[in-house]
């Protein structure tokens, strides 16, 4: 009888190891949850070309969905119909509450901010979450255990990653997932105008614009304290950190900004009160004049199209800078222009208007014209 037991029990034994073993395969070969959050890389399009200014548009299907500049909630068009919809579907909802499937948690602190699409929705990042926007729906993808960075610089979000330009002037990239610290590149103040949309990552490099080295040290020495001044200076240098090692390369020393990739060439701006925008390799070398004449740019199709810096009228020329052409004049549009987006699946151009208050639609040659208002959702009755 004792024998029977023991054996019985070395049976049972045999039975729950073998169930262990098949549960533990089964668990070893599921794979962990990935937040991808990677830019889309559309062709014929230029990389960060959408964010050079704050990012304000991105296309999701038939749907171009934007942040509201009539109250700063996430809205979006059918591009079908033309007609703009709140992203919540509650007409009494006043749009100042988490719940709200179209409010941003820090929708009032005024920070520039990213837009992208990305598993199958509209994707940002605040001070304190990664947010999914979906028609009528909305999903926190993570939140951070303490914040992502200084307020008003708000996280870029790449593959499973983002990259966060901190309080002690520190670019730090970490996972998204469970914030884990991969590298930190010291000394990344950004010049004295903000470099607003000069920071993205593409083919395994961030590219960042960052005040330069040699105004830091000019800074320091006038301050002893250590604190920089940055009225002192507004020189800034374009440098690219490998994800991988953290190497970090100085591409273009000084008097760089709205930085872009297209082809196998960086596009950029030669500082911000000239109308020069330049082209060099990956690398930096080889720097070119490609046009004299440009406030905003935005590159789709080997066609450039830009804000005329001198007049304001909407422009084009081929990516060489030749044949430069007038597709709209400021009166056609009645302000400036404040963004030019463009997306690989979808034949018109946005434009958005300098009061971010209403954006236009225009085909490549300038015609067919169409403005749009954004409506005010807010309700406070």
């Given amino acids: 009888m004792k024998k029977e037991l023991s054996l019985m029990k070395k049976r049972l034994t045999v039975i729950l190891l073998a169930v262990t073993m098949i549960v533990l395969l089964f668990t070893s070969c599921q794979k962990r949850a990935v937040i991808d959050v990677s830019a889309e890389m559309g062709e014929g399009v230029s990389v960060n070309g959408n964010n050079l200014i704050a990012g304000g548009f991105a296309k999701l299907e038939d749907k171009l969905f934007f942040i509201n500049g009539n109250g700063g909630i996430v809205c979006y068009m059918d591009l079908d119909t033309g007609e703009i919809f709140c992203n919540c579907n509650d007409p009494t909802c006043q749009h100042r509450l988490i719940s709200c499937t179209a409010f941003i948690s820090d929708n009032l602190s005024g920070a520039p901010r990213r837009i992208g699409t990305s598993q199958d929705g509209m994707i940002t990042a605040t001070e304190s979450e990664v947010i999914k926007f979906t ?13 992502y960075g200084a307020l008003n610089s708000m996280p870029y979000l790449f593959e499973d990653k983002m990259a966060v330009l901190t309080k ?3 670019l730090v990239v970490q996972t998204i997932a469970d914030e884990k610290e991969l590298l930190a590149v010291e000394n990344t103040a950004r010049p004295l105008w903000g470099g607003r949309g000069d920071l993205f990552y593409y083919d395994g490099y961030l590219y960042l614009v960052r005040l330069s080295q040699s105004d830091v040290a000019k800074d320091l020495t006038d301050d002893p304290t250590g604190e920089l001044n940055f009225n002192a200076a507004n020189d800034s240098e374009l440098i690219r950190v490998s994800v991988e090692t953290g190497e970090v390369e100085q591409l273009i020393p000084s008097n760089v900004i709205n ?6 060439k960086i596009y950029y701006k030669q500082g911000s009160g000239s109308g020069n925008l330049m082209r060099a390799n990956l690398d930096g070398s080889n720097p070119e ?10 590159i789709k199709d080997d066609t450039i199209y830009y804000s005329s810096k001198e007049m304001g009228d909407f422009m084009s020329c081929t990516i060489h800078g030749e044949n430069p052409t007038r597709l709209l004049q400021l009166g056609d549009l009645g302000y ?4 030019i987006y463009l997306f690989s699946d979808f034949d018109k151009i946005v434009l958005m208007r300098s009061d971010e208050m209403a954006f236009y639609t225009v085909n490549t040659d300038g015609s067919d014209l169409q403005l749009h208002e954004m409506p005010d959702f807010s309700n406070y009755e």
């Avoid at 930085?259 to 196998?264: E, L, R, V």
């Fill in 135 to 147: 028609p009528g729906e909305k999903e926190v993808l993570a939140s951070a255990k303490g914040n």
């Fill in 259 to 264: 930085i872009s990739i297209y082809g196998d």
């Fill in 289 to 298: 004049l490609v046009q004299t004449d440009v406030n905003l740019y935005n």
């Fill in 336 to 339: 400036d222009i404040r963004g």
């Fill in 168 to 170: 002690d002037k520190r």
